[in-house]
């Protein structure tokens, strides 16, 4: 009898039946793998599968028997359990900075990871459809870019953008090309921003990564070594509150006791929480701006800033430009 065309495909057939169809729960016997292989255009007998199942085996490849009267044969240990792939798909449905349909993308190759029965199971928990989610596509190459420019260590240009009211993109600076050099990747506030040192404000900023288009490699090496040496990036996203920056300082609060959980959650358990009473106080660096007041007032009378004095006043002002909003002359206000 002639050879089937696929015959020498024989081995990498079965690995793909036994990958896409079965895990602990579903195992094929050797009926269905003959029957599976024939599909394929792959004829084989019971000896020929057994001395490829063992081949296999040999590689790596866990394939184990069930204990039933009637052998079954699957796939036990994969790199990725179901958990950890459960995981994977509600960090990636999660994620404010990947596009809708780049999650789809994602979420259907975390499938091919499981077999076709646990795949199902994953499907379930994809909620992606009505997620706020970022409209920029080409944030991935943008990332790419950033990683290639720090590797190379080498500065970039990029146009910046903002949203207007009618929801068009307008470049910021007129269009004109931004040149920083890039240090780093972070996150705040489930959105991904580039650090980087800009030479002529000679400081540190940060850029919303979905909001930069048309980046490009220059020629000319990166600049602010001296200030990323004794950079952490850790420590930074700690101090500072919603990417907004501001002049640092060493803020000294009081709390009510049920906050413990939330200043532990934002400056890390280094935070050292000093007991006074029904409350308890703590100092920590912070860059002064809009959104860490707006944080603190948040809080209501559970925090209060204690010192420095220029923070204070300037928590002041914030409250009493945000109450004239709402003050009226006496009279009632139309619902």
């Not at 959980?261 to 029904?278: N, P």
Request: aromatic share 10%.
């Amino acid at each position: 009898m002639a050879k089937q065309p696929n015959q020498k495909l024989k081995l990498l057939y079965l690995l793909k039946i036994l990958t896409e169809n079965t895990d602990e729960e579903h195992a094929l016997t050797m009926a269905q793998l003959i029957e599976m292989l024939d599909a394929c255009g792959v004829s084989a007998e019971r000896k020929s599968i057994y001395d490829d199942i063992e081949s296999l085996r040999t590689f790596g490849i866990d394939v184990e028997t069930t204990p039933n009267r009637t052998v079954g044969y699957y796939i036990a240990e994969r790199d990725f359990s179901l958990p950890e792939l459960k995981l994977l798909v509600d960090a990636v449905q999660s994620s404010k900075f990947i596009t809708t349909k780049k999650s789809m993308e994602l979420i259907g190759k975390i499938e091919n990871l499981a077999s076709r029965h646990e795949a199902s199971q994953l499907q379930r928990q994809v909620f992606v459809q009505n997620r706020i989610k970022t409209m920029n596509e080409s944030i991935y190459y943008n990332v790419d870019f950033i990683h290639s420019a720090i590797s190379e260590n080498v500065q970039i240009g990029f146009r910046y953008f903002k949203w207007d009211v009618h929801g068009e993109r307008v470049l910021r600076h007129d269009g004109a090309e931004y040149t920083v050099s890039p240090w780093a990747l972070t996150w705040d506030d489930e959105n991904y921003y580039l650090v980087a040192y800009d030479d002529a404000a000679g400081k540190i900023k940060h850029y919303r990564v979905d909001k930069m288009v048309r980046i490009r490699l220059l020629d000319t090496p990166r600049t602010g070594q001296d200030v990323f040496a004794k950079f952490d990036t850790a420590v930074y996203s700690k101090k500072i509150f919603g990417m907004y920056g501001g002049e640092e300082k060493l803020v000294k609060l009081r709390c009510a006791r049920e906050l413990a959980g939330v200043i532990i959650d934002r400056f890390g358990k280094d935070a050292m929480l000093v007991e006074d009473g029904d409350s308890f106080t703590v100092t920590v660096h912070v860059f002064e701006s809009p959104t860490f007041l707006s944080w603190v007032m948040g809080f209501g009378k559970d925090m209060q800033v204690l010192s420095p004095d220029s923070t204070r006043d300037a928590l002041a002002r914030q409250a009493r430009d945000v109450l004239s909003l709402y003050e009226t002359d006496g009279s009632e206000v139309e619902a």
